[in-house]
């Protein structure tokens, strides 16, 4: 059984920046988080494949957030900067364990992490 153990979350004025971390116990596929808030679904932030590192972002994020990986420590990371209230939400890192094409659809990953809360205040 595959585990995803995130840490980083925590509270950040707007403008600020965090960085969250995932570690896993296997390398995946490909890794990406998600993030929810409150009363809405779950929606793709950002995804990178382990071996080539190809990366994608909602445009919501593009040129504020980046996604890395550490292939010997098997840790994913998003780098958040110039964070805005929006960003607000709890967010999730997920694991696919073979090749998909679908990096942004919630249904297609087979792991999850427990969920680390970003709070932004204005």
């Known amino acids: 059984q595959v585990q995803l153990v995130e840490s980083g979350g925590g509270l950040v004025r707007a403008g600020g920046s965090l960085t969250l971390s995932c570690a896993a116990s296997?390398?995946?596929?490909?890794g990406a988080w998600f993030r929810q808030a409150p009363g809405k679904e779950r929606e793709f932030v950002a995804a990178?494949?382990?071996?080539?590192?190809?990366?994608y972002y909602a445009d919501s994020v593009k040129g504020r957030f980046t996604i890395s990986r550490d292939n010997a420590r098997i840790t994913l990371y998003l780098q958040m900067n110039s964070l805005k209230p929006e960003d607000t939400a709890n967010y999730y890192c997920?694991?696919?364990?073979?090749?998909?094409?679908?990096?942004?659809?919630?249904?297609?990953?087979?792991?999850w992490g427990q969920g680390t809360q970003v709070t932004v205040s204005s």
């Open positions: 990178i494949t382990w071996s080539g590192g190809i990366t």
């Open positions: 997920a694991a696919q364990f073979s090749f998909n094409y679908a990096y942004s659809d919630v249904r297609q990953y087979d792991y």
């Open positions: 296997g390398r995946p596929y490909r």
